[in-house]
């Protein structure tokens, strides 16, 4: 089955989430991981796998979101966690890179979410916007809290980069930007990556792939991703729709 392994159909973009659903169930998607970004998204993103089988979640504070940081909101956040469609702590991490970001504030909102994610057994979905030697420090200082596995979403980085988080266990998330004309390094990478720590994506709205770039992005543009990566690698896209699958029930342990 097709998977995006990361949306925010709680956005306001999407007027009408059946609709939405039903357009990507229609198009062989058949579970969406919807990921929280504060508080409330986290609580609608709840709400949404309550109201759709096919939708899953994830809860954490975006570091753009970092100044709402608060142990009160962590503790919240752990009571949401344990929700039987809760698959993982996200999306988290660092973003440098718009001005007047608080380094400190968003160090300690990652690490704080990344060993809430330890205790409850939890991978953690990760946004990394450069920020990339802050974000490996912090991992390989921390390598003990990472045994449940970590995603790096909408992987764009290096050859080198990759290696370095592969290393470290993680995966690699691959969405609409790897179609991209002028996505060098995002296509060498995701034929780089070893196929059991390769996943699809969306981060819908946003993102959509050649040819609907400039749209509305939605998972029901999955297909269009998996097959692109798989001609990238030289396989079916039933070979590579297997392998996420596989991947998704492995890095998800809740599946």
Same mark, same amino acid.
């Given at each position: 089955?097709?998977?995006?392994?990361?949306?925010?159909?709680?956005?306001?973009?999407?007027?009408?989430?059946?609709?939405?659903?039903?357009?990507?169930?229609?198009?062989?998607?058949?579970?969406?991981?919807?990921?929280?970004?504060?508080?409330?998204?986290?609580?609608?993103?709840?709400?949404?796998?309550?109201?759709?089988?096919?939708?899953?979640?994830? $809860?954490?504070? !975006?570091?753009?979101? *970092?100044?709402?940081?608060?142990?009160?909101?962590? @503790?919240?956040? =752990?009571? +949401?966690? #344990?929700?039987?469609?809760?698959?993982?702590?996200?999306?988290?991490?660092?973003?440098?890179?718009?001005?007047?970001?608080?380094?400190?504030?968003?160090?300690?909102?990652?690490?704080?979410?990344?060993?809430?994610?330890?205790?409850?057994?939890?991978? $953690?979905?990760? !946004?990394?916007?450069? *920020?990339?030697?802050?974000?490996?420090?912090?991992? @390989?200082?921390? =390598?003990? +809290?990472? #045994?449940?596995?970590?995603?790096?979403?909408?992987?764009?980085?290096?050859?080198?980069?990759?290696?370095?988080?592969?290393?470290?266990?993680?995966?690699?998330?691959?969405?609409?930007?790897?179609?991209?004309?002028?996505?060098?390094?995002?296509?060498? $990478?995701?034929?780089?990556?070893?196929?059991?720590?390769?996943?699809?994506?969306?981060?819908?709205?946003?993102?959509?792939?050649?040819? #609907?770039?400039?749209?509305?992005?939605?998972?029901?543009?999955?297909?269009?991703?998996?097959?692109?990566?798989?001609?990238?690698?030289?396989?079916?896209?039933?070979?590579?729709?297997?392998?996420?699958?596989?991947?998704?029930?492995?890095?998800?342990?809740?599946?």
């Amino acid at each position: 089955m097709f998977i995006d392994t990361h949306a925010h159909l709680d956005d306001v973009k999407f007027d009408d989430k059946s609709a939405v659903v039903k357009a990507y169930e229609t198009a062989g998607v058949k579970l969406v991981v919807n990921m929280g970004c504060d508080l409330k998204s986290s609580k609608d993103s709840l709400a949404l796998s309550e109201r759709f089988n096919s939708v899953y979640f994830a $809860v954490g504070f !975006h570091p753009e979101y *970092a100044e709402e940081f608060s142990e009160d909101g962590l @503790k919240t956040l =752990k009571q +949401l966690a #344990k929700h039987e469609k809760c698959l993982a702590i996200g999306e988290i991490g660092l973003d440098y890179h718009y001005e007047g970001f608080d380094r400190e504030k968003q160090e300690k909102a990652f690490l704080s979410q990344i060993a809430l994610a330890n205790d409850l057994g939890l991978p $953690v979905s990760v !946004h990394s916007r450069d *920020a990339t030697a802050d974000t490996l420090e912090l991992f @390989k200082g921390n =390598k003990e +809290l990472l #045994k449940n596995g970590f995603i790096m979403h909408c992987f764009s980085g290096s050859k080198e980069t990759a290696k370095e988080y592969l290393d470290l266990g993680g995966y690699l998330g691959f969405g609409g930007t790897v179609t991209f004309k002028n996505s060098v390094r995002a296509k060498e $990478v995701a034929a780089y990556c070893p196929i059991e720590r390769l996943l699809t994506e969306t981060d819908s709205p946003y993102l959509a792939p050649e040819p #609907k770039r400039g749209t509305v992005n939605s998972p029901e543009n999955i297909p269009i991703i998996a097959k692109y990566l798989a001609d990238l690698r030289g396989i079916s896209t039933e070979e590579l729709e297997i392998a996420v699958e596989n991947n998704a029930k492995r890095i998800f342990k809740k599946l």
